[in-house]
């Protein structure tokens, strides 16, 4: 099946600095979607992106899908301490399959 | 919109016995929805896909006598775990998605199971 690389698996950063992560495939896929999960919540939808190169922002979140298809990253920038939590990425194919990536858990230091 | 609800939100039972867990749209139809196991610290883990009205497709390794899913209606899903035993402990969340929206999954708040 397909598979996504998603790192990095971890992030320890102080409050303020920018952080980026991405997810990488040897699959194209046709839509990328990215969320956020709390602790001992259900995930929640941060950005989709529909098409190749395609830069969407929410607030202070940036993604991209990648031009190659194959990978998409997503920044924030000025974290605070709410934006703490694990992040997936997810690729979708065109039958609506998905696959999720493993997560990245950012912890922000006040 | 796009709000997703699972019922209960933790449950306790004991080894042998049988749970419900219901996953409901709220403001939306929901034509495919998605049963997801996630540990402690791990990704989400897909169990199955049930289209409405029809049988759900399971995901290999997963026990279809033992987790059964019902999709009867376009805003409700159940999933039932059947002769519970401590391994099932787990984090169990519902996804749902409207059709007409592309791709978009909407997810519940999950439901924390524990066998004793």
């Known amino acids: 099946g397909q598979q996504l690389n998603q790192s990095p698996q971890s992030m320890f950063i102080q409050e303020g600095e920018d952080v980026s992560m991405n997810c990488t495939s040897s699959?194209?896929?046709?839509?990328w979607l990215w969320y956020k999960q709390d602790p001992g919540e259900g995930p929640v939808l941060l950005i989709a992106?529909?098409?190749?190169?395609e830069l969407t922002s929410n607030g202070r979140l940036t993604a991209q899908f990648g031009i190659t298809r194959k990978d998409s990253f997503l920044n924030i920038s000025a974290s605070i301490p709410s934006d703490v939590g694990i992040y997936f990425c997810a690729g979708y194919t065109n039958a609506g399959k998905s696959t999720f990536g493993d997560g990245t858990t950012l912890t922000v230091k006040p | 919109g796009a709000v997703v609800s699972q019922h209960p939100s933790w449950v306790i039972c004991k080894s042998g016995t049988s749970v419900k867990i219901e996953c409901r749209s709220l403001?939306?139809?929901?034509?495919?929805m998605f049963w997801y196991r996630q540990f402690p610290k791990q990704s989400l883990m897909l169990m199955a896909t049930s289209n409405e009205g029809s049988k759900a497709t399971y995901e290999q390794g997963v026990e279809k006598d033992k987790f059964l899913i019902n999709h009867a209606s376009l805003t409700l899903s159940t999933l039932t775990v059947t002769s519970a035993h401590p391994e099932d402990s787990s984090f169990y969340i519902c996804?749902?998605?409207?059709?007409?929206?592309?791709?978009?999954?909407?997810f519940g708040p999950g439901t924390r199971l524990t066998v004793t």
């Open positions: 699959s194209i896929f046709n839509t």
């Open positions: 992106l529909y098409k190749a190169g």
């Open positions: 996804s749902a998605r409207d059709g007409r929206l592309r791709y978009e999954q909407y």
């Open positions: 403001d939306f139809q929901a034509t495919t």
